[in-house]
């Protein structure tokens, strides 16, 4: 069994917190990982020692921080296979996809490594004569990192590595339930050679992640995870003034509309939908489905769905894995106890696998599902899908818009003019075309609207906004103090 620890000031270091648990493989219900954590004083000095470790951290050139960030590309790289399964066996997820979230974190390790030698700052003419005016990004301090089970390793990354390139320091408080394979991440930032404190661990509950918010002396705080949470983490933090970045629910679709490649569509939706079990911010809860081709894309979907292969995600031929745990299949039973009391079809799944070892829930497809149902706007976070009809796309995107939330949307059709309205229209983060909701790369910003997130976005160019303070300089070589700003004729 894989023994989990904190790693604070560049020691491994066993929590002293109040709470010993055990992480239990979602596939086979065998223990996995076990460890205690941390306590109070555990996440203070985790602060303190980030803390220091940015005196110096910031002093690093850039481009040398680069080189270190290039270096963790290289042993993710080589160790990706060992990460992955690890995902695999903590969480569940797929390999084929567990792999595909270690290689979003090379991929950005080498993006932000490359960010080293291009963190560009402004020039521009001053108004006055004989006076440069010009802005730089500076770090913004301790980064408290926050982030949720579903993407253990790819979803840290965006948070740690544009922080540090920036010249930040991190405390990283992970799901409890990914603690193994944070252990395995985080010793590959030790692997690289990154200095003591720059980057540090600890495992714990909600408690440690409120004393990171709480305490004065990290500046940052960036959240993945529920929109409830982080509202409560937003509040808090507002109180304190303190800088929040925030990645929340979603309630994605994909518009389907007739003129789409109606096999492409399908493939793209269950995809979507079931891929991860559904346990992606950015999986498929609803299809909006053109009603001119209703039934016969319901038909394609039920086919098309019936041929996943549900299991243990380390067997090559499985293609969704179990949920997380007890409390997430519950969960799904309460979403099919309220489709029955809404009379919505159970057009397939809707039930655990009894006869299994393991977090299994079969599939589901709901529909026709009306877009005021409340499974029509609730987050699920599994696998069900809600089967929504609307008469054209100026009524899918009327329906697609209503969402609390605004993180991915995907539109299938054929036609040039409705993909470009589609994409002006859809009023999320992300939008796609011809591709399911899911497979945001690196190298854009990742984020959403309204009740998603608070503006701010991760990934792509986006992130050295996030994790930065622009600082304006003023450097007047006109040896005279020019008093206030002044007409041209007085030039
Ligand atoms: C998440 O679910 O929190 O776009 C992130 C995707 C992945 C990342 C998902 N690249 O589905």
Redesign the pocket.
Known sequence: MNECMNFIGGKWIIGKGEVNFTNQNPATFEDFSSGQTASHEDVLEAIGCAQEAFIKWKQIPAPKRGEILFRIGDVLKNRKSTLAKIITNEIGKTNLEAEG?VQ?AIDMAYYMGGEGRRMFGQTIPSELPNKWAMSVREPVGVVGAIS?F??PV??PSWKILPAIILGNTVVWKPSLETSAIANEFISCFEEAGLPSGVVNLIIGEKDVGEALVDDPRVAHISF?GSTESGRKVYTHAASLLKRVSL?LGGKNAVIVLKDANLDLAVEGVVWAAFGTSGQ????ASRVIVESAIYDEFINRLIDKTAELVVGNGSQDDVNVGPLLNEASVLKMEKFIKIAKESRIPILYGGKRYEDRIGHFFKPTILGPVSPGDQLANEEIFGPILCVIKAEDLNHALHINNSSRYGL?TALFTGNVNHSFKGIKEIDTGIVYVNHGT????IQLP?GGTKDTGNGLREAGQAALDAFSEWKSIYIDYSNQLQKAQIDTDRL
């Open positions: 979230e979003e949720a579903n993407f790819a979803v993945t990645e992606r911010c950015t999986s991915s899911t497979g945001a790369e990742f």
